[in-house]
């Protein structure tokens, strides 16, 4: 099992940046990749970006491309989303989540971390 916590949440103005943060632990040898998810209040859980396990190949939304930054520390295994240029519609709960099979990209994963809340403001 893979254990993963999630921080650096919080409320920003519309136009402002964030950096969420995202520490695996465990049987973390096993994961072959990474990546970050949200879910708006109502909606479903929609893909955001993720990362082969070793930082080497991204994919993105095309709604976060170009303002968002996926990123992974490998000595200290964590997780990096940077938000830049942020919107209202940025508006949801971040979830960090790991998987073990398949392609580093596609569902499903197989494990999520708690979820850090971001709010933009307008």
């Known amino acids: 099992q893979v254990q993963l916590v999630e921080s650096g949440g919080g409320l920003v103005p519309a136009g402002g940046s964030l950096r969420l943060s995202c520490v695996a632990s465990?049987?973390?040898?096993?994961?072959?990749?990474m990546g970050w998810f949200r879910q708006a209040p109502g909606k479903e859980r929609e893909f955001v970006a993720a990362t082969s396990w070793r930082g080497m190949s991204t994919m993105y939304a095309n709604s976060v491309k170009g303002r968002f930054t996926i990123s992974k520390d490998n000595a200290k295994n964590t997780l990096y989303l940077q938000m830049n240029s942020l919107k209202p519609e940025d508006t949801a709960v971040y979830y960090c989540?790991?998987?073990?099979?398949?392609?580093?990209?596609?569902?499903?994963?197989?494990?999520w971390g708690q979820g850090t809340q971001v709010t933009v403001s307008s």
């Open positions: 989540a790991a998987k073990q099979r398949g392609a580093y990209y596609t569902l499903p994963f197989d494990n």
């Open positions: 465990g049987r973390t040898d096993s994961t072959n990749g």
